[in-house]
């Protein structure tokens, strides 16, 4: 069948315009907002290792994102602007606890629920990043948390069942671990728990520091705050829940911490006054061992801070 002129040149023009071979186009502004919406666990990989850190993306309005982001160290910070752009996401922040005198600076694209990218830390130093979409850890509205036999952590002789990081500040005598002084080595459970109850007893000295690291990821406040309930005081979740009431005793008295983490959900007990009440844990906290928020983890006992003593550590794992 013969064609006229006038197809023939528009078909020769139509083939002239294809491409050799098809490729999967570019994702849309609002598409890859849409995908990069809500919780990411970031992995860092450095020359002394893998780092974790942890972001959140939410939308401002219709045509804006905006979130937080937790560092390796410091608190979670707002990110005022997330622009998508070019197929990536980007933001840049004020240094908090990094050193150097720039932003850090974050890129990264999406990729179903992974992210890869890089991040620019303000002494300039650049690190390549994966992250993956943090899971929700919600247990079925029907959940019963039945629980089993109570595991005493310390033994009031020595440090079995325990790892220190780094140079160790800690001893026991008379029943009491004590880190004598701040700067020294966390301490790491060797055993590794999800769903848990924890009675703490501490005591620390006037201005000094501390912390409990849930799974090793999430930071429950041990400091001598007294005043105003703060997102670093005792009892709080280092950065994001501030407690009720400042329930501390003061310096150099025996205090108590009762914890329970089941999920994200915690509630804590300081001197047997409830400070949070079944509040959602949102992501890790700086100095976290690790980002993998869907995996058991350890306790860590904070050492680099200050000094700190502790006695009858119990934990009753959920069955």
Same mark, same amino acid.
């Given at each position: ?169 800690? @001893?026991? %005598?008379? !029943?009491? #671990? ?5 700067? *020294? &080595? ?7 728990? /999800? ?63 009762d914890i329970t983490l089941v999920g994200r959900r915690i509630t804590v007990m300081v001197n047997g ?19 993998? @928020?869907? %995996?058991? !983890?350890? #306790? ?5 801070? *200050? &000094? ?7 934990? /009753?794992?959920?069955?």
């Open positions: 069948m013969r064609r006229p002129l006038a197809a023939l040149l528009a078909l020769g023009l139509a083939l002239a315009g294809a491409p050799l071979h098809s490729a999967t186009p570019a994702p849309t502004k609002s598409a890859m907002e849409e995908a990069a919406l809500g919780r990411w666990d970031i992995t860092l990989r450095t020359p002394d290792g893998t780092a974790p850190s942890w972001l959140e993306i939410r939308r401002s309005g219709s045509r804006t994102l905006v979130g937080q982001f937790v560092g390796v160290v410091g608190s979670a910070r707002p990110v005022s602007h997330i622009e998508a752009k070019d197929g990536e996401l980007r933001f840049s922040i004020p240094a908090q606890w990094e050193n150097g005198a720039e932003d850090l600076s974050f890129k990264a694209r999406v990729q179903g629920d992974r992210m890869t990218g890089s991040m620019t830390f303000p002494d300039r130093k650049r690190y390549e990043l994966t992250a993956a979409r943090a899971p929700s850890l919600r247990k079925p509205a029907n959940n019963i948390v039945r629980w089993g036999e109570p595991i005493r952590l310390l033994n009031g002789k020595d440090l079995s069942g325990w790892r220190m990081q780094g140079d160790s500040h800690w @001893e026991v %005598a008379d !029943g009491v #671990l004590r880190n004598t002084a701040g700067g *020294g &080595a966390n301490l790491v459970t060797e055993r590794k728990f /999800t769903d848990f109850k924890l009675h703490v007893e501490l005591r620390l000295p006037a201005g000094s520091n501390s912390g409990v690291y849930l799974r090793g990821r999430y930071e429950v406040q041990i400091a001598d705050a007294r005043g105003e309930p703060a997102s670093d005081g005792l009892g709080a979740v280092y950065g994001f829940i501030a407690p009720s009431e400042d329930a501390g005793k003061g310096p150099n008295q025996w205090q108590s911490l006054k409830t400070v949070i009440c079944d509040q959602e844990i949102p992501g890790i906290t700086g100095g976290a061992l690790d980002s993998d @928020e869907g %995996a058991p !983890g350890p #306790l860590l006992l904070q050492g680099d801070h *200050g &000094a700190v003593e502790f006695r009858n550590l119990v934990l /009753t794992p959920a069955q």
